[in-house]
């Protein structure tokens, strides 16, 4: 299988805290994708890194991506209880389609 | 843009019936993929189509899963017959090669219960 893995499954933190989640993957990239899923609904894109970047931020996001050892990490800060939901990272390896990963159910505590 | 239109929303049916799942990508993209979500398998690929033709149907399950697209604002994902393993939800997204960076645009999905 080609499908990222995302690390941890799950993770149930405070408001307030900072969540960290990890994705690792096989083949080269020509980007890497973060996704949210909350429940009942559909994927919603959130970032994205190219292959030649290293960091990324947006907001409250902050992705890394290290090609060397095809891994990524996606960082929340200051979390939020809207922030619970499932984050899925997916890999562009050509060819139109995306590689999703099986995702972090991320819950965050009030 | 009202976003990537699928319907139904929710769909019960008895196993042995056909089940119709219907998209309309969103106006001037021109991939559109079909996925299948589990607890047990996640989410998985079904087919994608790229300007209405299809690239890969390696992740249809069965040959009881059948897929078209029509024109560049239809889909249909079709079952026949049904059995309650199909029960899932069913994603439809688009996406567009003029934008590049493949970045995907999800339906609300439609939820398939199989009796």
């Known amino acids: 299988s080609q499908q990222g893995e995302e690390d941890p499954q799950a993770l149930s933190i405070q408001e307030g805290e900072n969540a960290t989640m990890n994705c690792s993957y096989k083949?080269?990239?020509?980007?890497l994708q973060w996704y949210r899923q909350n429940s009942g609904r559909g994927l919603v894109h959130l970032i994205l890194?190219?292959?030649?970047?290293r960091e990324k931020h947006s907001g409250r996001l902050r992705v890394t991506l290290d090609t060397s050892k095809k891994s990524s990490s996606l960082l929340i800060t200051a979390s939020r209880a809207a922030d619970t939901a499932s984050y899925f990272c997916?890999?562009?390896?050509?060819?139109?389609?995306?590689?999703f990963g099986q995702g972090t159910r991320l819950t965050i505590n009030p | 843009d009202a976003g990537v239109i699928q319907s139904p929303r929710h769909e019960v049916t008895e196993m042995g019936q056909e089940v119709t799942l219907r998209c309309k990508p969103i106006?001037?993209?021109?991939?559109l993929f079909w996925y299948r979500q589990t607890m047990m398998r996640g989410l998985e690929l079904l087919i994608y189509?790229?300007?209405?033709?299809?690239?890969?149907d390696s992740g249809m399950p069965e040959d009881r899963f059948s897929a078209k697209m029509p024109n560049a604002s239809f889909s249909t994902l079709k079952i026949q017959p049904s059995e309650p393993r199909d029960s899932a939800v069913y994603f439809c997204?688009?996406?567009?090669?003029?934008?590049?960076?493949?970045?995907?645009?999800f339906g609300a999905g439609t939820r398939l219960s199989v009796l």
């Open positions: 997204a688009s996406s567009s090669d003029s934008l590049a960076k493949n970045i995907q645009y």
């Open positions: 083949t080269s990239i020509n980007n």
């Open positions: 890194i190219r292959s030649n970047e």
């Open positions: 997916a890999t562009d390896q050509g060819a139109q389609k995306l590689v």
């Open positions: 106006s001037g993209h021109n991939s």
């Open positions: 189509f790229n300007n209405n033709v299809p690239i890969d």
